[in-house]
């Protein structure tokens, strides 16, 4: 790999933003696709369709056999309320890789012993988001659970700020119709109001803590799959 484009693939992963690098397996040739890059590229269609699968792979490009050799920052989910979906979601949350923060200001809830091993923040969200936890981003899912606007508004307003791929706020529809009055207060556009998934989680019937916790994180992943990043920002 020549020198430049390493650096510039160490450039683009040190800003979290996505990057694919493309290997000519004829002649060995090499490129580098940025995320922002993608959409005027002649091979849009299929690195479209790596990146949001978030896998490297084989394929045929002008009949040519290439490799791509996708790079796309950890995704990082951010849930505020250490309530008991959250202690369902954190082990689940695990397996799917998803690095999980959860940010309640409530130390009665927000306990290690609650939350063994898990990322815990002891704080207001609008105090712990850019200070003890990194800034929000696109590779960013925000799930809001506490039922409390004093909490969980503070951390919708980043998220929607930040082009969070995935904002979901728990509580019933007249419970978000009053949230989203308040947005519309602060400035957000009904377009942004509109990107926050409520009620959250996929339908699935779910009654349980840990079935809400399933479907709140099957909606993250789908979300995350079909929608490619930069038309979620």
Request: aromatic content about 4%; proline content about 6%.
């Amino acid at each position: 790999m020549r020198t430049e484009i390493l650096d510039s693939l160490n450039a683009e992963r040190a800003a979290r933003r996505a990057a694919i690098l493309v290997t000519d397996l004829v002649d060995g040739t090499q490129r580098l696709v940025r995320e922002d890059e993608i959409a005027a590229d002649p091979s849009a269609e299929g690195l479209r369709r790596h990146m949001a699968s978030g896998k490297s792979g084989l394929v045929e490009i002008d009949g040519r056999q290439v490799f791509l050799t996708v790079q796309v920052p950890p995704v990082r989910l951010v849930v505020i309320g250490a309530v008991h979906i959250s202690q369902a979601m954190a082990p689940m949350a695990a397996g799917l890789d998803l690095a999980l923060t959860v940010i309640d200001p409530r130390t009665a809830f927000a306990s290690a012993e609650r939350f063994p091993g898990v990322d815990l923040v002891a704080e207001w969200p609008d105090a712990a988001l850019g200070g003890r936890v990194a800034p929000l981003d696109r590779y960013c899912a925000l799930a809001a659970l506490t039922h409390d606007p004093k909490i969980d508004d503070p951390a919708l307003k980043a998220a929607l700020s930040a082009g969070c791929f995935y904002v979901g706020a728990l509580g019933s529809r007249k419970t978000h119709a009053a949230r989203a009055a308040r947005l519309a207060e602060a400035g957000f556009s009904s377009e942004q109001i509109g990107q926050i998934r409520a009620p959250i989680g996929l339908a699935i019937g779910a009654v349980s803590p840990a079935e809400i916790a399933l479907a709140v994180l099957a909606e993250v992943v789908a979300t995350l799959r079909q929608v490619p990043r930069l038309e979620a920002a």
